[in-house]
Structures are given as C-alpha cells and as structure tokens.
C-alpha cells in the first residue's frame, strides 16, 4: 500500500507565495516521474509541472518563472512552490507520483488526496 498526503494549501492574495508538499509512504522501492496537477471549478484537471527522476523539469506556460517543482527522494517527499500567485490559480492541487512498489513490479500512478489553493484579495 502506498499513501500520499498533500498539505501546504490555503488563502492567500494575489501575489503571495505558497509552498505545496506530498509525502509518500508505504510499500515504496522507487519514483519515477512526479507531477502537480490542478482543476478548477468547472475545468478539466490540467497539469502544471513534472519533474523526473533525474531531475528534468517541465512547467504549464501559465505557471513558468512563478512556480517550481522539486523533489526530496531520500525522503520521497515532492514539492510545489509557487509565487506571484493570480486569482487564475485558484484551484484544487493535486500531486501525482509514479511508484514502483516492489522491484519485480511495474510503475504505477498514484493520486494525493488534493489540497485548495485559493487566491484572492
């Protein structure tokens, strides 16, 4: 078994500054590829920015030069800081991670539970 607890939402104003955090824990042998991801009302989820294992970084054009993905792999910890936060970020974040359990078993992908993030004035 394999849980992931997000944390690190909340209200913030425009251009305020968040720090978004994912722990994994469990039955864990390696993570491949992470990513945040966020949907907001009425939108389909969208992803913002991955990172993988060797540390290669891709961001959404809305959120580059504001937000930055990185990764703690001793302890299969991902984050997500975001500044110059616009009302357009509104939206409920999720991380997503690309666990390997067990050596002899392939990579799947796992879900954290979501956390608001909510920008306004």
């Known amino acids: 078994q394999v849980q992931l607890v997000e944390s690190g939402g909340g209200l913030v104003q425009p251009g305020g500054s968040l720090r978004l955090s994912c722990a994994a824990s469990?039955?864990?042998?390696?993570?491949?590829?992470v990513g945040w991801y966020r949907q907001a009302p009425g939108k389909q989820r969208e992803l913002v920015a991955a990172?993988?294992?060797?540390?290669?970084?891709n961001y959404a054009d809305s959120v580059k030069g504001r937000f930055a993905i990185s990764r703690d792999s001793a302890n299969n910890r991902v984050y997500l800081q975001m500044n110059s936060l616009k009302p357009e970020d509104t939206a409920v974040y999720y991380c997503?991670?690309?666990?390997?359990?067990?050596?002899?078993?392939?990579?799947?992908?796992?879900w954290g539970q979501g956390t608001q993030v909510t920008v306004s004035s």
């Open positions: 997503n991670l690309d666990i390997q359990s067990r050596h002899y078993e392939p990579t799947r992908p796992y």
């Open positions: 990172i993988t294992s060797r540390g290669n970084t």
């Open positions: 469990g039955s864990i042998f390696s993570i491949n590829a």
